[in-house]
């Protein structure tokens, strides 16, 4: 049986976190951390070889969730600037924004829920392939926040992981 590439595990992981809502551990699973730094500028040139530039901000201020709660915003993806705003420099929420930005590009979905679903699956594994595998526990836990279902997550499975796919094609050439 061939070995399954880290994605795959990663995608397996966030299927079941989500369906079942038993997340396993926090935090990287593998014993030495990655450059996150490195990682971090490659994916900025990428976005800024895609005409999307890069902004840190101090505030990006607070939002309500589908459930009326609120959040503070770590980052934000803004279609008609083609921007991304981020609140300090993280690699897995740039990876998160960058999957809006691929969805957006791809026509792909509409609804909130849908968006941060497929943000959240395709950022979680870009995150998971090139840094190691972590806990999906807070992609999941964000996405579901903003109203995704099981169902949602069943019918866009494939796209979300055709939205991985094209980030992680394009890092990969980087």
């Known amino acids: 049986m061939a070995k399954m590439l880290r994605w795959e595990r990663a995608w397996g992981y966030f299927l079941q976190a989500f369906y079942t809502g038993r997340v396993h551990g926090g935090g990287y699973w593998k014993a030495k951390r990655p450059d996150h730094v490195q990682h971090y500028w490659k994916l900025v040139r990428l976005l800024k070889a895609l005409g999307i530039s890069v902004w840190l901000h101090k505030d990006l201020g607070e939002s309500i969730d589908a459930f009326n709660r609120p959040f503070t915003i770590g980052g934000c993806w803004n279609s008609y600037g083609f921007k991304v705003s981020l609140l300090y420099r993280s690699y897995s929420i740039l990876s998160h924004e960058a999957a809006h930005a691929a969805d957006y590009l791809l026509n792909g979905t509409r609804r909130t829920s849908e968006c941060e679903l497929v943000a959240s699956g395709a950022g979680y594994l870009l995150d998971c392939a ?13 996405a579901k926040r903003q109203g995704a279902t099981s169902e949602e997550l069943s019918r866009l499975e494939e796209y979300i992981l055709r939205v991985f796919n094209e980030m992680n094609t394009l890092l990969s050439d980087q």
Do not use: D, N, T
Request: aromatic share 8%; proline share 15%.
């Open 130 to 142: 090139h840094m190691g595998i972590r806990s999906p526990g807070p992609a999941v836990s964000y």
